[in-house]
């Protein structure tokens, strides 16, 4: 925690804070980094710094109606952010500030713009008005074109530390097991981890998403068939959700095989035996194909290939253990 | 609010132009000589001087004739830099793509010049015009009043109609050479009063690949964040890179074949702020020099690859020769591809280190079916929990000397190392020594095959699950393990697993394999 109320991205805070002490702040800013971690926060923290000069104003920013501040988002989550939302916006920043000596605009998801859309914002991302300020925020500079990625000064938001989450979720009274297995969970995604230990469905639905995982190894075909064309009909999230779990758990099978791996090396702490005995069964070359195969059949379904078919065939990829 | 470094140090001469000589002399020489064309095309990646020498370009002809230090010059290069020059128009052909902005233009273009010579026609991100636009476009760029020159700059020159182009004077403009770049930073950090150490520079301008605009931006975010010098470590922190010794934790991995060395690493270095992508990179980037070391004839002359992320120092150099003498290209080609795929499947990824796991376990194992050819190099490393060789007591076990049965000269194992072929050659006698001790355990190992030997641990393949689950109970496992530890004196463990074939065909309950049946199909294994 510092002193702009963010967990973790210290270096990115200390940046951003000391470039405005210094009076040095630049004008076209970009947050990259997965989702979750805390890139739309951060800028509203930054807009807080900037416009937040006394407490109404810092209401009005955290609500997102301060006049000078425009936050721009794609009308519904993961649509395309128009052009002509684009246009709006560019018009808006050629005007003066309404209250205070800034105007900030925060494009939040910026890959979703539209290529033409990304084209008509370089000139102003360039060369601004003197009061603006522009933060865009994408997942990485990839999803970009390379000539936005260059008039802006780029900030590369990591994974916090698990540590650094650990602490968080400890400092929000949850206990310590608990606050452990999230942290690792989360993978450093403070946002996650918040979301997490408010509703106890994630923990559960995973829990359950493993328990299927296990006995689907020792079942046979037919189960498995089953157990696909039951999946295969689930929400797509769901499904997505489900072989990112499965991946993570295989990977902290290859992890554990091998040499002797620490417990802190492991992310699904609590299925540590489990994990021990699958590390022991399977060879690391077999592990290592089921990881490619999971991960294969994420880039399937994100290609709209029949969720049945990808599914039923990493079925049968799965390893057949005898059962205990 | 500060004004962007790239914007206040932006050229004013076509002599300030870092790294794009070629294009900057013939303009120089056009305008002396006066044989001035009437469109030019600027054509480059991002950050490499278009939209700069276009603005200078403007200048330099309206001046043309005048003693540059006159007043009259003076006045007329400031208008130009600030953008108040009413005859050279700057237009963003990104936010003006349709074909009513280019009629705006046409019309214009037949006035007189307000106060200069020429009016010159900047149209920056040109390849954005639609189709429409282009074609209004091209009877005025092909005969323009004599006092009009357009210059259209771009980064896309594909998207840009043949009609176009053929109208057009065209120059390329080149990714600037990083020491142009490191230079250029260099004078930057003088004038600015910013201290930064070489190696920082460097590796910003190795970074910047090759755009000067990417380079000068880095510098001014780190100048206006870090309090005193930067530093190679403050490079790093702001790019997410990693240091030198993740990568040589995660070559050395890869040499010993250790899956655990390689995620411990990766661990670490993120933990520390590292960025999953930066490492990936990174090592596509030292692979890539081990290759070039290696295909190379000469490797002491090999240039390109000398320039890495942190520059290799003779250390450094000879670090990597040894490396590369460890790996095998066909190794080596497998590893660049899987972390360059890894790179790629970031890219919609939620959790970037996964990919970047996956790529370095691709690398460590060996790829199906390649397991039953031996290759030239050793196939695996000693085990790294090996004992220190100690020849002491009877010294290696009688079967060194005893050549297997069919297989011809026998390789000897080196006290305290096993290797794949050793235990293959040796596997009869292993399991002569065990039926010694432990009958049962013997038996059962005659159900398995030795499949791999990585990192002290000998992975066995079982033919049915009666092995692999007995050989687990402690009693069998332990006279197995001693053996091994006293025929190849060394500290051993063992994995088993079941052969893949055995797992799947499952013929009593199989429904595809029962309705062949039924129908008269044979089973073949």
Same mark, same amino acid.
């Given at each position: 925690?510092?002193?702009?109320?963010?967990?973790?991205?210290?270096?990115?805070?200390?940046?951003?804070?000391?470039?405005?002490?210094?009076?040095?702040?630049?004008?076209?800013?970009?947050?990259?980094?997965?989702?979750?971690?805390?890139?739309?926060?951060?800028?509203?923290?930054?807009?807080?710094?900037?416009?937040?000069?006394?407490?109404?104003?810092?209401?009005?920013?955290?609500?997102?109606?301060?006049?000078?501040?425009?936050?721009?988002?794609?009308?519904?989550?993961?649509?395309?952010?128009?052009?002509?939302?684009?246009?709006?916006?560019?018009?808006?920043?050629?005007?003066?500030?309404?209250?205070?000596?800034?105007?900030?605009?925060?494009?939040?998801?910026?890959?979703?713009?539209?290529?033409?859309?990304?084209?008509?914002?370089?000139?102003?991302?360039?060369?601004?008005?003197?009061?603006?300020?522009?933060?865009?925020?994408?997942?990485?500079?990839?999803?970009?074109?390379?000539?936005?990625?260059?008039?802006?000064?780029?900030?590369?938001?990591?994974?916090?530390?698990?540590?650094?989450?650990?602490?968080?979720?400890?400092?929000?009274?949850?206990?310590?097991?608990?606050?452990?297995?999230?942290?690792?969970?989360?993978?450093?995604?403070?946002?996650?981890?918040?979301?997490?230990?408010?509703?106890?469905?994630?923990?559960?639905?995973?829990?359950?998403?493993?328990?299927?995982?296990?006995?689907?190894?020792?079942?046979?075909?037919?189960?498995?068939?089953?157990?696909?064309?039951?999946?295969?009909?689930?929400?797509?999230?769901?499904?997505?959700?489900?072989?990112?779990?499965?991946?993570?758990?295989?990977?902290?099978?290859?992890?554990?095989?091998?040499?002797?791996?620490?417990?802190?090396?492991?992310?699904?702490?609590?299925?540590?035996?489990?994990?021990?005995?699958?590390?022991?069964?399977?060879?690391?070359?077999?592990?290592?194909?089921?990881?490619?195969?999971?991960?294969?059949?994420?880039?399937?379904?994100?290609?709209?290939?029949?969720?049945?078919?990808?599914?039923?065939?990493?079925?049968?990829?799965?390893?057949?253990?005898?059962?205990? | 609010?500060?004004?962007?470094?790239?914007?206040?140090?932006?050229?004013?001469?076509?002599?300030?132009?870092?790294?794009?000589?070629?294009?900057?002399?013939?303009?120089?020489?056009?305008?002396?000589?006066?044989?001035?064309?009437?469109?030019?095309?600027?054509?480059?990646?991002?950050?490499?001087?278009?939209?700069?020498?276009?603005?200078?370009?403007?200048?330099?002809?309206?001046?043309?004739?005048?003693?540059?230090?006159?007043?009259?010059?003076?006045?007329?290069?400031?208008?130009?830099?600030?953008?108040?020059?009413?005859?050279?128009?700057?237009?963003?052909?990104?936010?003006?793509?349709?074909?009513?902005?280019?009629?705006?233009?046409?019309?214009?273009?037949?006035?007189?010049?307000?106060?200069?010579?020429?009016?010159?026609?900047?149209?920056?991100?040109?390849?954005?015009?639609?189709?429409?636009?282009?074609?209004?476009?091209?009877?005025?760029?092909?005969?323009?009043?004599?006092?009009?020159?357009?210059?259209?700059?771009?980064?896309?020159?594909?998207?840009?109609?043949?009609?176009?182009?053929?109208?057009?004077?065209?120059?390329?403009?080149?990714?600037?050479?990083?020491?142009?770049?490191?230079?250029?930073?260099?004078?930057?950090?003088?004038?600015?009063?910013?201290?930064?150490?070489?190696?920082?520079?460097?590796?910003?301008?190795?970074?910047?690949?090759?755009?000067?605009?990417?380079?000068?931006?880095?510098?001014?975010?780190?100048?206006?964040?870090?309090?005193?010098?930067?530093?190679?470590?403050?490079?790093?922190?702001?790019?997410?890179?990693?240091?030198?010794?993740?990568?040589?934790?995660?070559?050395?991995?890869?040499?010993?074949?250790?899956?655990?060395?390689?995620?411990?690493?990766?661990?670490?270095?993120?933990?520390?702020?590292?960025?999953?992508?930066?490492?990936?990179?990174?090592?596509?980037?030292?692979?890539?020099?081990?290759?070039?070391?290696?295909?190379?004839?000469?490797?002491?002359?090999?240039?390109?690859?000398?320039?890495?992320?942190?520059?290799?120092?003779? @250390?450094?150099?000879? &670090? =990597?020769?040894?490396?590369?003498? /460890?790996?095998?290209?066909? !190794?080596?080609? *497998?590893? +660049?591809? $899987?972390?360059?795929?890894?790179?790629?499947?970031?890219?919609?990824?939620?959790?970037?280190?996964?990919?970047?796991?996956?790529?370095?376990?691709?690398?460590?194992?060996?790829?199906?079916?390649?397991?039953?050819?031996?290759?030239?190099?050793?196939?695996?490393?000693?085990?790294?929990?090996?004992?220190?060789?100690?020849?002491?007591?009877?010294?290696?076990?009688?079967?060194?000397?005893?050549?297997?049965?069919?297989?011809?000269?026998?390789?000897? @194992?080196?006290?305290? &190392? =096993?290797?794949?072929?050793?235990? /293959?050659?040796?596997?009869? !006698?292993?399991? *002569?020594? +065990?039926? $010694?001790?432990?009958?049962?355990?013997?038996?059962?190992?005659?159900?398995?095959?030795?499949?791999?030997?990585?990192?002290?641990?000998?992975?066995?393949?079982?033919?049915?699950?009666?092995?692999?689950?007995?050989?687990?109970?402690?009693?069998?496992?332990?006279?197995?393990?001693?053996?091994?530890?006293?025929?190849?004196?060394?500290?051993?463990?063992?994995?088993?697993?079941?052969?893949?074939?055995?797992?799947?065909?499952?013929?009593?309950?199989?429904?595809?394999?029962?309705?062949?049946?039924?129908?008269?199909?044979?089973?073949?294994?």
């Amino acid at each position: 925690m510092n002193d702009w109320d963010i967990i973790g991205h210290d270096w990115a805070v200390r940046r951003l804070r000391r470039a405005i002490e210094q009076g040095q702040l630049a004008q076209s800013h970009l947050f990259v980094g997965p989702p979750s971690i805390g890139k739309a926060t951060l800028a509203l923290a930054l807009a807080r710094a900037l416009l937040g000069h006394n407490d109404r104003a810092r209401a009005l920013v955290n609500q997102r109606r301060h006049p000078d501040l425009l936050w721009v988002e794609p009308a519904d989550a993961g649509e395309a952010l128009k052009v002509e939302q684009i246009r709006e916006l560019l018009h808006a920043l050629t005007l003066a500030p309404v209250e205070s000596r800034h105007r900030i605009a925060i494009v939040n998801d910026a890959h979703l713009i539209t290529e033409s859309g990304q084209n008509a914002i370089l000139k102003t991302l360039e060369e601004p008005n003197p009061s603006v300020v522009i933060v865009l925020t994408a997942p990485n500079t990839d999803t970009l074109l390379p000539t936005i990625v260059s008039r802006c000064q780029l900030l590369n938001l990591r994974p916090a530390p698990v540590r650094a989450v650990e602490e968080a979720l400890l400092a929000r009274g949850v206990a310590g097991e608990r606050a452990a297995l999230i942290a690792r969970l989360s993978r450093g995604r403070i946002g996650w981890a918040l979301r997490a230990i408010e509703d106890d469905a994630t923990l559960e639905a995973r829990a359950e998403r493993l328990r299927d995982l296990r006995d689907l190894l020792t079942a046979g075909r037919t189960q498995r068939f089953a157990y696909a064309e039951k999946l295969a009909r689930a929400e797509p999230s769901h499904v997505v959700q489900t072989l990112e779990d499965w991946l993570l758990l295989w990977r902290d099978v290859a992890r554990a095989t091998g040499r002797e791996a620490s417990p802190e090396a492991l992310v699904n702490a609590d299925q540590r035996d489990w994990i021990a005995q699958l590390a022991n069964a399977l060879s690391v070359a077999q592990v290592a194909a089921l990881l490619r195969a999971i991960s294969q059949t994420l880039q399937y379904l994100d290609r709209n290939v029949n969720p049945r078919l990808a599914l039923d065939v990493l079925l049968l990829k799965l390893p057949r253990l005898p059962a205990s | 609010m500060a004004e962007a470094l790239y914007r206040k140090w932006r050229p004013k001469t076509f002599d300030e132009v870092v790294g794009q000589e070629h294009v900057t002399t013939t303009l120089k020489n056009q305008i002396a000589t006066g044989r001035i064309g009437h469109a030019y095309l600027f054509v480059g990646s991002r950050g490499c001087g278009k939209t700069t020498s276009a603005r200078i370009f403007a200048k330099e002809v309206n001046i043309a004739g005048l003693d540059p230090d006159s007043p009259r010059a003076k006045q007329i290069a400031e208008a130009i830099a600030e953008g108040r020059a009413l005859d050279v128009i700057e237009i963003d052909a990104a936010s003006h793509t349709g074909v009513d902005d280019i009629r705006e233009i046409r019309e214009r273009v037949g006035f007189q010049p307000g106060e200069l010579r020429y009016k010159v026609y900047i149209i920056d991100e040109v390849h954005m015009l639609s189709t429409a636009a282009f074609n209004a476009l091209l009877k005025t760029l092909e005969e323009p009043p004599p006092h009009v020159i357009f210059i259209l700059a771009t980064t896309d020159p594909q998207k840009i109609p043949a009609t176009v182009l053929s109208r057009c004077q065209r120059f390329n403009f080149r990714r600037v050479p990083i020491d142009k770049i490191v230079a250029r930073l260099r004078q930057l950090c003088e004038a600015e009063g910013i201290e930064a150490d070489d190696h920082a520079l460097r590796l910003i301008a190795r970074h910047a690949a090759g755009s000067l605009r990417d380079a000068v931006s880095l510098l001014d975010q780190l100048a206006s964040s870090s309090s005193m010098r930067i530093s190679a470590a403050d490079v790093r922190e702001a790019l997410g890179a990693t240091d030198a010794a993740t990568v040589r934790a995660l070559v050395e991995g890869l040499i010993a074949r250790d899956p655990g060395a390689g995620f411990d690493a990766i661990q670490s270095a993120l933990d520390q702020g590292a960025d999953a992508r930066q490492i990936a990179r990174q090592m596509v980037e030292h692979l890539r020099a081990l290759i070039q070391l290696k295909v190379s004839r000469a490797p002491q002359q090999a240039p390109a690859p000398m320039d890495g992320i942190d520059g290799w120092s003779e @250390a450094e150099r000879v &670090e =990597l020769a040894a490396q590369a003498e /460890k790996l095998s290209v066909a !190794q080596l080609k *497998r590893a +660049v591809r $899987a972390f360059s795929e890894a790179i790629n499947e970031m890219r919609n990824a939620t959790d970037a280190q996964l990919p970047l796991e996956m790529a370095y376990l691709d690398c460590v194992v060996e790829p199906e079916g390649m397991s039953a050819t031996p290759s030239p190099q050793p196939r695996v490393a000693q085990a790294s929990r090996a004992v220190p060789q100690v020849p002491t007591g009877p010294g290696p076990a009688p079967a060194a000397t005893q050549p297997a049965p069919g297989a011809t000269p026998a390789p000897t @194992a080196p006290a305290g &190392e =096993l290797t794949y072929e050793v235990l /293959k050659a040796q596997w009869q !006698q292993f399991i *002569r020594e +065990v039926n $010694a001790v432990n009958k049962p355990a013997a038996a059962l190992l005659r159900s398995c095959d030795p499949y791999a030997v990585t990192g002290g641990v000998v992975h066995l393949h079982a033919h049915h699950d009666i092995p692999l689950i007995r050989l687990q109970e402690p009693k069998n496992k332990t006279s197995v393990i001693a053996t091994l530890n006293r025929m190849f004196n060394g500290q051993f463990d063992i994995r088993i697993s079941l052969q893949q074939r055995q797992v799947d065909l499952d013929a009593e309950e199989d429904p595809v394999l029962k309705a062949a049946k039924r129908m008269g199909g044979m089973v073949r294994r």
